[in-house]
């Protein structure tokens, strides 16, 4: 199983808004709502930061979005700061003989 | 508070066994699915394995099947990875999760520990 497509970095200023994308296909991000984000800082582990699809766990700012358009699920995050620079990675389940698969993440940096 | 808490990363030959521990507390360990989910170095994440609550049915990348084994043990609130004929590409971080839903599936992936490393080299 392939891992998803993000692009490798994208970057915006405090304030801005900036949206990461997440492409798979119809056996995974097109087929399922099931896909998550996670947030790692350097040396850090990874945090939940988006669940199924557009869901907010407890404690994480609304800043943080999720959505989904056919085989591609987006993150946005809006009024950037400087500590939302890290690396983010989404994740899906997957209809093949290993069902959960993750993005090779994208290293996000606040200018 | 949930504290995942992982144990048993060392350096090991080509071909060699580990066996990972993963101790939880904060939450009712019978009542979540588990899973391991590793990084290499400088690379990104990878699913490994995952197992149902209450020791139900378990799960595992392509990747890994039949060479690991996960397993739990709840009088001990310990989750386990036994890995088996491990190749340099086993080489990584491997991080302990408990899952989101209580008596749900492993995924979204709530609670990570800090990660043990395995490092596969003769």
């Known amino acids: 199983q392939s891992a998803l497509t993000q692009p490798a970095s994208v970057s915006g200023s405090p304030g801005q808004s900036i949206t990461i994308s997440c492409t798979g296909t119809?056996?995974?991000?097109?087929?399922?709502?099931?896909v998550s984000w996670y947030q790692q800082h350097p040396g850090k582990a990874p945090r939940l930061m988006i669940y199924d699809v557009s869901n907010r766990p407890s404690g994480v700012s609304n800043r943080f979005s999720g959505s989904k358009s056919a085989n591609t699920a987006s993150l946005t995050i809006s009024g950037l700061q400087a500590e939302d620079e890290a690396d983010y990675y989404c994740?899906?389940?997957?209809?093949?003989?290993?069902?959960?698969?993750f993005g090779g993440g994208t290293k996000l940096t606040v200018l | 508070e949930v504290q995942l808490v992982e144990s048993g990363g060392d350096v090991v030959q080509p071909g060699g066994s580990l066996r990972l521990s993963c101790a939880a507390s904060g939450f009712t360990f019978s009542n979540y699915a588990m899973s391991w989910v590793r990084q290499a170095p400088g690379k990104g994440l990878e699913w490994v394995s995952a197992?149902?609550?209450?020791?139900?049915?378990?799960h595992y990348a392509d990747s890994v099947k039949g060479r690991f084994t996960i397993s739990s043990d709840n009088s001990k609130n310990t989750l386990y990875l036994q890995m088996n004929s491990l190749r340099a590409e086993d080489t990584a971080v491997y991080y302990c999760?408990?899952?989101?839903?209580?008596?749900?599936?492993?995924?979204?992936?709530?609670?990570w520990g800090q990660g043990t490393l395995v490092t596969v080299s003769s």
């Open positions: 119809s056996g995974d991000v097109g087929g399922y709502n099931y």
């Open positions: 999760i408990k899952g989101f839903w209580p008596s749900g599936s492993p995924h979204p992936f709530d609670y």
């Open positions: 197992i149902r609550s209450s020791g139900g049915s378990t």
């Open positions: 994740c899906s389940y997957t209809s093949s003989s290993t069902p959960w698969v």
